[in-house]
Every structure is written in C-alpha cells, then in structure tokens.
C-alpha cells in the first residue's frame, strides 16, 4: 500500500531492456511554428479500451474522431445523441503506439486511456488518423488562440442545458413557485392565488433579477474564454520549449545543451539540431505569450468586476425577498416560503459555482473538506447495532501526536525527533523527461534515478508506514460485534494511504537484497521487522505483531509511465489476524497514479476497488471503492464502501476521503471513525513527512548497538541525504549499487540462490516470517549471523 505511496518505486540495475519491452514509440507532434495542415477527415469505428478498473480486461466502445476530438460511447447511436463516456483532445494528450500488440495510449493527465485493435489493417488506419487529427489540433490552437470554438472538457458547451439553465436566474424563482402549485391543492397553503400571482409579478419586474442573469451570463462566456487563453497559453509555451523526438534523440557527438526540454508534452516543439534553419514564425512565440497573458489579465479583471455585480444584485434581492416574506400573514412554515427560499440557495449555489470555476488551485484545493461539511461525532457505532447509533460510551480515537514514546501504563520510554535534520533539495533542475523519455509503457523497475529524487525513507520503512494508524486495529480485536469489527478494519486499510497525498516530490530509497528494517513501538503496542528477499523480480516482506493483531504481507508492484503520468500497480495479498476473535482478513490493494510527472502541479490519485474477506468466517464482507476522479466533478480523493451480511444485506455503509477522514452512516448524521493527524510544521520543506515518517529513519546510539547490519537505518546514502549532503550520497549511492552487482554475479557464477534470513517462502508462493528475528535480536548485533556486506 504504502509502497504505491510515491510517485514512482524504482530498483537500480543496469541491464538493458529486451527487444520486446523497447516497441512503445512516442508519436511525434507539431514541430516549428505554424504550419499548413489540412483538415483531416472523420475517423469512426469500434475500437476495444481497457476498463476503468486495472486488471479487468478490455470493452468494445465506438469511437468518433473529429478535428482531433475523440470521442467515445457505447454504440454509434450514443455519440449521435451526446451519450459520451469521455472525450480526449487529441492535441493536448501524449500519444504512445506498440505495433506488436495494436495497442495504442493517449496520456491525458487526468486519465490514461489505453486502446486496443485486432486488425492490423485498422490499427494502421486509426494511427495515420490520429497523427493527422493531432497535428491539425495541435496548429489549430497555435494559429487561433482566441477562438471559442475549441473544445474544453471541463466546461459544458454553449448549447448545453447546463448554461442555459444558468442564463436566468428568474426562471429558477417561477419554477419554484409553479411547482408548489402543482404538486399541492390550493386550500392547503395560507397563501392564495393571488399572493401567488403577486409574487410572481414582482419577480418578473425585478430589475435586480434582470440584471443578475445577463451578468451571469457574460460571467460564464467569461471563464470560457479564461479557459481557451489558458490552454493557449499552455500549448505555446509546449511548442516553444520542447524538442521534437528527435531532438532528443541527438548522438553524444552533438551538444544538446541549447536544447530546452518541456515536462508535460515533449512532442511539440520549435527547437531543431543545430544544422536545421529557425523558423522566423517561431521567433514570435514569446510576443505571443505576452499578448495572451494580457488578455488573460483582462478578462480576469472583467470577470471579477461582473461577478462582484451579480453578487451585489443577490444581496439586493434577498433583502427584498426577506422583506416581502416579513410581511406576509402566512407562518414561516409555509410550502411557498419554502419553495422561494430553497429558489434562493439554489441561486446562491450557482453563484458559489461560478466562483469555483474561476479558482486557479489544484483540483485538490478546489474540493471541499469532509472535516467542514459534517459536524459527527468521533465514536463509533453500538456494537450490537446495524442501524446509525452513536453509542454515547465508546471513547474518541487516541491521538499519535505525542511528544514522547509511552507505553500502555503511561512509562516515558524515549524522546522521538520531530524534525529532520535538512530540508529536501531543490530537484527543479533535473530533467526527469531525459530520464523517462525512452521507459514510455515499460516497467520502471530497471531505470535508475539521481539521489536527489529520492526521499530519506526506504521501501521497508514506507511499509512500515503502514501501520501508523495501527490503533484501529486494536479498537477491532477489543471489538465484540463482527460487523462493527469489519468497520475497523477497513478503516485501517484506507488510513494507509492518507500520507501519501503530500508525498508526491520524491521516491523511497529501493531496499538492496538482503536489506532489512526493524521498528520497535512500545508506545503503539507493536513491533516490526522487513526485508528485501528477492531482486528479480523485487519483492518486499514484512511482519508486525502485537497483543491485539498479527499484521503481514509480501509487496510486488508494476510501474509503468505513460508519457504524463505514471501508474503503480500493487501485486500480492495483505493479511492481518485477530487471535482474539481467530479473524483472519485479506485485502487487495489498489491502483496509484502519479499526474503531471513531469510538469504542472503533480497530484496522486488512488483507484479500484479493495475487497476484504474474513477467511475465518463468511459472516460479513467488504467492498471499498476509491473513486477515479473524473473531468467534470471537481471531488478528488473519494471513497465509498459497504459492509454486508452472507446474504448481501448492506449493514454498515462507509464513505469520505481517503486523505482526511472516514465515516460510518448516512450524513449528516454519520459517525467519524478515524481522521488523518495533523501534518508537522512546515512540512513541505521536508519531503511532505508526516511525524511517523519523521521518526522512522532515526538511529539512536544505544539502538544503533542492537541493530543488524543489515538495517536500513545504517545505510551511508540515504543518511547522507538526510543530512543534506547530496554529493557525498550520490557518490554513495552509485558505490553501492556496484557492490549489489558483484553480489549478484558472484552468485551467479556459483549458480547459488539468496536465502532471507527472516523470512521464508509458504506453500502459496508468498513469503512469511520465520518467526526468528527477536530471538536472534537478543544477542547485540547479531554478530553469530553471518550477513553480506550491503554498503
């Protein structure tokens, strides 16, 4: 889980990919400046996509391809009537095509979409025509940057019903009212006919009405054209900066260091080897980012005085309003007052989202907190309750933020750092294009990466991380009820993922063969031991145990990069026991992606569905879903779940953020059982740690004595870097990556195997403790086990 945290999990080799995993080919982009490209004809056809989950096969879909929009649906019906299940701008997406397999990939930040045909002869077809429609599309929005005829998915067109309803605000008040006086008879409303009539009259001749809607109006024609400055803007700058494929593609022989390399797109560009001729019309790129960020600054400024009307007009009119209803002999209760009031929210929400449109932040910023909207109390449910009871007994889940490690009886154990010793470096300046441009749809696995792109944590210790919630799953062994037990778990099983929404700036360090790491917490009640067993392919096992669980698991992931983002695809079955109850539950993980690799503003998404199974019972299941964010809802970060019976019945349901809280219920009413701890001072100047993180790679000097040598807190890079002395780690880095080599081909040549010391394989293929770490721990330094030389 914790390993799919970061934005991609690397393991450093240096063997050169097959000829089978090299067949991903970029396809080019625009090159120059502006060009001649004629419009290219429709392109129509079925074509198979993979499904929106990983790991579930493919679908027929029928795809419309036009002036570089591609659109897509069930059938050729669907598209005629505006049935769309997604449209890509072809333009702005990274394109990447494997012609062994007819698989075709288009990286549109916020969703990959990969693509599949049977025929060759199609294949063929469908890539000739998306080069075409790409190139057009591409010099289309160069040519025309203030044209408002292109195509923005975030903003319904012109003639959608969603901008006619937003025209006039009126018709929201006379909706209201003629449906008050539909549904209900007459008699049954204070009001008469004529306070009806009156009412509405008096909204018809509302010059603050009047003048409201024609300012929303112009506000939306506004923020569309914000948004078509923006993507010109954006595809300016691509073409500007980045270098064609085969510019990149320069020999060693030829300085490239006039080569200016861009993140989000590297198929356009106006840059050329040094014996090409410069286009003059490239030269005018820069007048041309001026002019537009002039415009933008224009509109911007226009948007705001019209909004500030609009808002002013609102306050008018609900005084009036309020007024009218002061006078009015009806009792406040009335369906009519109602009806006009919730007229008025409705207005004020279409303001509030106009207002939203305009925000500049990531979607992330954008959302709004499941903390603010719901006032819960943090108790969970009566044990012996299916129903949204708030048991009045149960107590608010404890706090890890403490300064001091204790145990259960309150014992000061060990003060615990609550800062690293440096910030993070400045990684600005590494190109990570040059590094990822040739790895576009292969496994990262092999690829290695400066240690400035690393963070001062290891994988064994990300795993770890894992558990920093790990009372949670002492509240399910204290817990009598089945179903409420259910409900722990699988909090525990979301809260894993909540620190890796500010850990999107650097990777953990990838464990050597035979690395180990321990994590001894009196203060939470568990004790944890890892190790890298295996190299080929890499995988990680780990074991933790306390009083209350037994916790283990072997991870293996899939890291693929798609040309924007990169996805992370996490292999293998994560186990925890109750010896209290005999549970034994089993959990899947989900599917991580990385957005905006590259450039702009990086964010991670978690999707897919987790099931978890009691293998120990078939009492209660559960099926937790983390919703794929999606281009026309600004939400991000959503999970939804269901706790059922052997029968299907839905006991509990659960819902909210995977970052910031859990609640079990039905809102407003819904109770929280778990919420995310507050992040550490200044967090961002150091990795996005959260103080669990901060305190997992410290070495104390009496602990250092006890240690393995094996231990990940004794390896020289990574402490380095901690410290902030990026040279020295480099250098380190490098040296051991060298030895692990040698270790490798030594075994080779023996044809011998690596043995684990502390782990060993079952009958199923996965790897579990032996069960012999703590004892062995008990002579300092292990020093009657004989280890390998890592660093």
Known sequence: MLLTHSFFILRYQTSVCSQVECLWEIVEGLRGGFS????????????????????????????FLDKGILKYGKCSADIEKGKLHGCIDVGLSVMAIKKKAKCIDLDAEENIYHLKIKSQELFDEWVSKLRHHRLYRQNEIAMYPNEKSFYHPHYPSPNSPSMAESASIRKVYLCAIQHTSTVHSAAAFPFSCNSQAKVAAWLQSSDDMDKCSKDLSVCEAYLLELNHLLQSMEVLHRTYSAPSIQALQVPSCISSGSIRLHASNPNLSTAALSNDKVDPESLESPFDVAKLQEDFCRVATNLHETMKSALSSLTSEKERLKQCLDHETCPPTSPQVVGLKNAL??????THTQTQKLSNESRASITESLSEFFDAQE??????????????????LPSTDVPVAQNQSGTVLC??????????????????????????????????MPVQLNEPLNTLQR??????????????????????RMVYIATFVVSGYASSYYRTGGKPFNPLLGESYECDR???????????VSHHPPISACHAESKNFIFWQDVRCKNKFWGKSMEIVPVGTTHVTLPGSGDHYEWNKVTSCIHNILSGQRWIEHYGEISIRNSSSDICQCKITFVKAKYWNSSVNEVEGTITDNKGKVIHRLFGKWNEAIFCGDPPSATCIWRANAMPVDYEQYYGFTKFA???NELDPSLKLLLPPTDTRLRVDQRLLEEGNLEAAEEQKQRIEQLQRERRRVLEENNETHQPK????????TWVSNNTYWELRKDPGFTHIDFPTLW
């Open 694 to 696: 901060i305190e997992l």
């Open 758 to 765: 502390f782990f060993r394989k079952s009958k199923d293929d």
């Open 345 to 350: 929210a409705t207005v004020c929400e279409i």
């Open 36 to 63: 001649n490209v004629l419009e290219p004809q429709k392109q129509e056809g079925y074509m198979l996509k993979r499904r929106k989950w990983p790991m579930k096969g493919w679908h027929k879909r029928y795809f």
């Open 379 to 396: 108790v969970l449910l009566s044990a012996s309750s299916s129903e949204n009871e708030v048991s009045v007994s149960a107590k608010p």
């Open 463 to 484: 795993l770890c991380e894992e558990l920093e919630y790990s009372e949670l799953l002492d509240r399910a062994a204290n817990t009598q009820d089945p179903f409420e």
């Open 415 to 448: 003060q615990r750092r609550s800062c690293l010793p440096t910030p993070s470096p400045n990684n600005s300046t590494i190109s990570l294009w040059n590094i990822l441009r040739n790895n576009i749809g292969k496994d990262l696995s092999k690829v290695t």
């Open 522 to 532: 009196p203060d939470k009640g568990f004790r944890f031991v890892a190790e890298q």
